[in-house]
């Protein structure tokens, strides 16, 4: 099973940038699913998740900037992310499961200690 991110790239400081993950339907359709970053030198975190239900979790600080969301037409993971700021930059990451993911997002415990199923390779993200 393939997750393939994409839209990462360089952006300024307040501006905006659209990640994309596409997953194979059947994982689409059915798991949880989120996006998770780590920057160099610091431990991956949370930063949203959409169960099957539609529930979403952000991590506070994306609060207000990031919007996760699920295209169905594609099979499409989404963050919109606006009001970039150097604290952002990081390499995105985005992962499914069949059980939810919203604890991960407020738990860096539990991030630290449960296994994901399904992982992407990355889309690197850098604010200057």
């Known amino acids: 099973v393939q997750l393939v991110e994409s839209g990462g790239g360089s952006v300024q400081a307040g501006g905006r940038l659209k990640l994309f993950c596409k997953l194979p339907?059947?994982?689409?359709?059915?798991?949880?699913m989120g996006w998770f970053r780590q920057a160099p030198g610091k431990e991956r975190e949370g930063v949203a998740t959409i169960d099957s239900d539609g529930s979403t979790v952000y991590a506070e600080s994306v609060k207000g900037r990031f919007t996760i969301s699920k295209d169905s037409a594609e099979s499409s993971l989404d963050l919109e992310m606006t009001f970039l700021n150097p604290e952002d930059t990081a390499m995105y990451y985005c992962?499914?499961?069949?059980?939810?993911?919203?604890?991960?997002?407020?738990?860096?415990?539990?991030?630290?200690?449960?296994?994901?199923?399904?992982w992407g390779q990355g889309t690197q993200v850098t604010v200057s």
């Open positions: 339907k059947h994982i689409f359709q059915s798991y949880c």
């Open positions: 992962a499914a499961d069949p059980q939810t993911l919203h604890i991960l997002v407020v738990s860096p415990k539990h991030l630290a200690s449960t296994t994901v199923e399904y």
